[in-house]
């Protein structure tokens, strides 16, 4: 974006100095050197860079607080220092320098360069102005077409990434689906009684009304799971193992979450400590294990932290697959057991609770329930589609960030082509004149002007094309359900920018057209 922006000032310094080759030529002919030209020229630049920094440090502020709104999350907020220092100072003047670099020595020097009776020449009644020494105009806006289509399809394909994240069928239903975190440490239960305290609590949540369901679960961080290795022919058996994650649930949890059971049955409340050990197991561990047979009944081994020795476990149910960690991972072994079998049992309750009800009614209703149990439990609420999109930060940042610069890029990109368009309109306007006064319909003069613009554009949007596939490979490992090179995203962003560029075309064409004839010719 900054190269976009010196390529834009470049250009607008190129037409200012072209404006003044006259008092240039006038300054060299009574003995002013070159290399004073030029400082004189550069320093114009270094103020015009002097107070844009000073504009821009101070416009950081708000940007940088509305880019950190923008991701931050009500149920875990973002906390970012944004205030100045001197590192971030010195930065700008380094940033600032190499700007005033970019853009202002080579307008300054093509300024100074020239040969005073030339330009006198060139500049005397009667020319027309014509095409004369634009190709570094016509250079640097290519290269900024080019550049705003490399930014604005890496910007689409990270958002389209986002959005086939945030669409991505994980196996659950997220809508309607929020959790209460409840912290039951100030009761001091001891630990025989934590189990059916909470199995209390959850019953009276589930009878709240709007409660369409409620399960407890150990944990209350979405894709932190314990794992573990299981066995399946013995408690010794290496060669048949698996590496699976662990997830303890309370019977209803597969109903709360809306995932499937396919086979055999759900937890129970007769699956207590006492009773023999069961577990449900997804689709991904059946299909790795027994290899598609039906896994209902078959015994396998496992020895969790709780365990001295290697447990056996018989199957009682079959889920489908369900992402937990990750969004982007392939479906991955996971097996469930009851919370009740749990040997240790932690002080926290985590509910996960599906209602239609609208969520202020309902978890007022939930902590006014949880008070009459007792006042001493803390209890917290986040809806399950916030807590699984906080597990997305560094897409939403990618694609907030790349969208933004995008989307700038692209209008500095059309600033810069309606900038040489419509300074190539008034140095041609004696031109316009002549031709019209020929004989020229004003459809050929917006004609012959759109088709030197056309051909700008397009040269810089077959070298943004290649330039675009290189930011998609370089991108490549940020993607998810989207290629590196996709047609759709590359045609969007040619499209996007040809339409961009050509509104911006269009306007000081159709200003050439409107020229009266007799004003172009007195035009000097």
Not at 66 to 92: E, R, W, Y
Not at 338 to 353: C, G, L, N, S
Request: hydrophobic share 50%; aromatic share 8%.
């Amino acid at each position: 974006v900054l190269l976009i922006a010196c390529a834009n000032l470049a250009n607008l310094l190129l037409a200012r100095a072209s404006v003044r080759r006259r008092e240039i030529a006038i300054r060299l002919a009574m003995g002013a050197s070159r290399v004073r030209l030029v400082r004189q020229l550069f320093t114009e630049s270094f103020l015009l860079v002097a107070a844009g920094s000073i504009l821009g440090v101070l416009a950081a502020q708000w940007i940088s607080e509305f880019l950190v709104a923008l991701l931050d999350n009500p149920q875990d907020p973002i906390f970012m220092s944004l205030g100045q220092n001197s590192h971030v100072l010195l930065f700008t003047v380094v940033v600032a320098s190499v700007t005033c670099l970019l853009f202002g020595l080579a307008p300054a020097w093509q300024g100074a360069r020239a040969e005073a009776g030339a330009v006198m020449k060139s500049e005397s009644r009667g020319t027309t102005g014509g095409q004369e020494r634009s190709w570094l105009r016509r250079t640097l806006v290519v290269s900024q077409v080019a550049l705003s289509l490399g930014l604005l399809v890496g910007a689409l394909l990270l958002t389209r990434t986002l959005g086939n994240l945030l669409t991505t069928n994980a196996g659950f239903k997220q809508d309607g689906v929020f959790l209460a975190s409840l912290d039951l440490t100030a009761l001091n239960l001891p630990l025989e009684r934590r189990q059916s305290f909470r199995a209390e609590l959850s019953a009276q949540i589930r009878s709240l009304p709007g409660v369409d369901a409620a399960a407890d679960q150990l944990l209350s961080q979405w894709g932190d799971f314990h794992n573990d290795q299981i066995r399946r022919d013995g408690p010794e058996d290496a060669a048949h193992q698996i590496h699976n994650d662990i997830n303890r649930i309370s019977p209803g949890y597969f109903n709360t979450l809306e995932i499937p059971i396919i086979a055999g049955r759900d937890f129970t409340d007769r699956d207590s400590a006492n009773a023999k050990r069961v577990a449900v197991v997804n689709q991904f561990l059946a299909d790795a294990f027994w290899k598609g047979q039906n896994p209902i009944g078959r015994i396998f081994y496992m020895k969790t932290f709780f365990d001295d020795a290697p447990v056996a476990y018989e199957v009682v149910g079959l889920v489908g697959n369900v992402k937990y960690a990750d969004l982007r991972d392939d479906f991955s072994a996971i097996t469930y057991f009851p919370r009740a079998q749990e040997p240790k049992t932690d002080a926290f309750a985590h509910i996960y609770i599906r209602s239609a009800a609208p969520f202020s009614s309902l978890t007022a209703a939930i902590r006014k329930r949880v008070a009459e149990t007792s006042p001493l439990i803390g209890v917290e609420f986040r809806p399950l589609k916030s807590e699984i999109r906080a597990t997305l930060l560094r897409e939403r940042l990618m694609a907030i960030l790349s969208g933004f610069f995008g989307l700038f890029a692209a209008l500095l990109a059309a600033i810069g082509v309606y900038a040489v368009m419509s300074f190539a309109v008034v140095r041609r306007t004696g031109e316009i004149g002549i031709r019209m006064a020929l004989g020229a319909e004003r459809h050929h003069i917006l004609r012959m002007i759109l088709r030197e613009s056309a051909l700008l554009v397009g040269v810089g949007l077959c070298i943004g094309a290649a330039l675009a596939l290189g930011v998609g490979r370089a991108a490549s490992s940020l993607l998810y359900g989207v290629k590196p090179y996709d047609l759709l995203t590359l045609g969007i962003g040619l499209f996007s920018l040809s339409a961009i560029a050509g509104i911006a075309s269009y306007l000081p064409a159709r200003r050439a057209t409107r020229v009266h004839p007799m004003t172009a010719l007195r035009h000097e």
